[in-house]
């Protein structure tokens, strides 16, 4: 195929901004149910641009502190210009595997759609035990790629779309669901697990987010998806009312 189909592979700072904003409903109640307190340490696993820290940094007041880690020297960039003048707040450039925290320093700590990136989630979720305190609470997050659903005259594109997605775009599509047992094998006690749907109305911010016609493209040039087929979905998608959406996980557990 000559051109993309769709966006191109967005900057992955704007892109996680973007998703951020898609999911605001989730991500308040995740927050929420961590119940920062003054005083508290606060740690936000695979910050990226930094969107959750200024709140976080908020909540903690000037006797708390908040640290972001992440492995992207470019994401902690925009991180750093995010928290600029935030006194309370540290930025760690470091791997999740091998967290650069103490052990037992951490009261409150969230996971928000990074473990279905990673190479081995019962690791970070094992430095996550290793890292906070008794009596800590931790807030996970993540999609089932699975539940991807995209309505389309040609349901059957739709269908396979979802099945590329879940099998060869994302490493670990289906952790959402996993979330709870993965949680209590490495140690935590699973307190409530929640699920939102985000729901996307508007083609052009679902391809921007969902890799609608850069996923396609790609599922056409491995013979997933015909071609012909493939791009007669996504034209028709862009013509007319749209309607994509996917279930998130999010679970809150205490150590």
């Given at each position: 195929m000559s051109s993309t189909l769709g966006v191109p592979r967005p900057d992955q700072a704007d892109y996680m901004l973007r998703a951020a904003s898609a999911g605001r409903e989730y991500k308040q109640q995740l927050l929420d149910l961590l119940g920062?307190?003054?005083?508290?340490?606060?740690l936000d696993v695979g910050c990226g641009p930094g969107t959750d820290l200024p709140a976080l940094a908020e909540q903690v007041g000037g006797s708390g502190v908040v640290i972001g880690v992440d492995r992207d020297p470019a994401m902690l960039a925009r991180a750093r210009e995010r928290v600029n003048g935030l006194l309370r707040v540290e930025l760690r450039e470091g791997d999740v595997h091998a967290l650069p925290i103490e052990s037992g320093t951490v009261d409150r700590a969230k996971i928000d759609r990074v473990l279905m990136h990673v190479a081995e989630?019962?690791?970070v979720l094992a430095e996550?035990?290793?890292v906070?305190?008794?009596g800590a609470r931790i807030g996970l997050a993540e999609p089932d790629w699975d539940t991807l659903s995209v309505d389309a005259e040609d349901l059957e594109t739709s269908r396979a779309f979802t099945r590329y997605t879940s099998a060869e775009v994302?490493?670990?599509?289906?952790?959402?669901?996993?979330l709870g047992r993965l949680a209590e094998q490495a140690g935590f006690g699973v307190e409530s697990v929640l699920a939102t749907t985000p729901v996307f109305r508007n083609f052009r911010d679902a391809d921007h987010t969902l890799g609608l016609g850069r996923n396609m493209q790609r599922a056409i040039e491995e013979g997933r998806i015909d071609r012909d087929r493939?791009?007669?979905?996504?034209a028709d998608?862009?013509?007319?009312p749209f309607y994509a959406s996917f279930?998130?996980?999010?679970?809150?557990c205490s150590r």
């Open positions: 920062v307190r003054p005083g508290q340490t606060v989630p019962a690791e996550l035990h290793r906070t305190r008794q994302v490493r670990h599509a289906t952790i959402g669901r996993s493939g791009s007669r979905w996504f998608l862009s013509q007319g279930t998130l996980v999010s679970v809150i």
